[in-house]
């Protein structure tokens, strides 16, 4: 029975984790329909980032919001260099960001070595907590599930009920006719692109300091923020927290119980999806 809820605590987080990652990826491919496959590199890059500020400084939070911003401002670049340039063209888009990926995996390669590195969370998130029925557990993990729980609930207001929210979304189904109205469709694109992107980076922080940063994590959370997505539905927020869940649950489950067939799951959970549902479990029709 504590295993069981091990477990599902351990799968509960990690989702947490996997959300943090897909919000800004469902906010830039969901949404947007940019086809950002560099989405990976920018989570490492902002990990990257983050650990040596907070290194250099030697505070955390400023790790954090080095994370943040500086991938905020790789995502606005992305955004006014590449992508403006090529809306509509999901190949362009595709190979043009495969091709980033490679070269910012290269260059992180060359600046940070192949080791493997992990943050010190602050005191005060750091230690154990104590939880009915598992006793204790690590009190970082249940940070990253408040965290996750926030930013989830202030995405769905911002896109949802605030005015700026409600302009991207017309300009996602008829940009020229929201451009007629004179609302700068490029600049709310390229604040929107810079949030998703920031999102990446305060991931990697928060993802490295409960698990590790090192070479090759890009692909695995770019992974698993396609399956996240595509089993949440494309631009949905509460999709993405649906199916982060989903992935994260099965994924911890698999490890725990079958750990030889472990990774199959989150697959076999996806192909269902495209099978009865292929909009995703949240997501509209075309």
Do not use: C
């Not at 989405?39 to 990257?48: D, E, R």
């Not at 980032?49 to 994370?67: H, K, M, N, P, R």
């Not at 995405?155 to 006719?177: E, Y």
């Amino acid at each position: 029975m504590k295993l069981f809820l091990l477990t599902f605590m351990n799968g509960l987080t990690l989702a947490a984790l996997y959300f943090l990652v897909a919000s800004g990826f469902t906010l830039v491919f969901g949404l947007m329909r940019n086809v950002n496959l560099a989405h990976g590199s920018l989570y490492l890059l902002g990990a990257y980032i983050g650990f040596s500020t907070a290194q250099w400084t030697g505070s955390w939070y400023l790790g954090v919001a080095a994370g943040f911003f500086g991938m905020a401002l790789v995502g606005l670049a992305l955004q006014i260099f590449v992508f403006r340039h090529m809306e509509g063209q999901d190949l362009r888009q595709t190979m043009v960001t495969i091709g980033i990926s490679i070269v910012l995996a290269d260059i992180m390669l060359w600046i940070w070595s192949g080791n493997t590195y992990q943050f010190q969370a602050p005191d005060m998130l750091s230690g154990v907590a104590h939880v009915p029925l598992v006793r204790v557990y690590p009190a970082y993990r249940l940070v990253v599930l408040g965290v996750a729980i926030v930013i989830g609930v202030g995405l769905w207001l911002f896109l949802n009920k605030t005015a700026i929210g409600m302009m991207i979304r017309a300009g996602v189904d008829d940009r020229a006719m929201l451009s007629a109205t004179g609302v700068n469709v490029h600049l709310i694109f390229a604040v929107t692109f810079a949030i998703g992107a920031g999102l990446a980076g305060f991931a990697g922080v928060v993802g490295g300091t409960a698990l590790s940063i090192a070479p090759g994590e890009d692909v695995r959370y770019l992974l698993a923020s396609l399956i996240v997505t595509i089993v949440g539905g494309m631009g949905s927020i509460t999709g993405a927290a649906i199916g982060a869940l989903l992935i994260g649950l099965a994924e911890q489950f698999g490890l725990a119980y079958s750990p030889t067939y472990g990774v199959v799951y989150t697959f076999l959970i996806m192909v269902a999806v495209l099978a009865f549902r292929p909009q995703g479990i949240m997501g509209k029709r075309a």
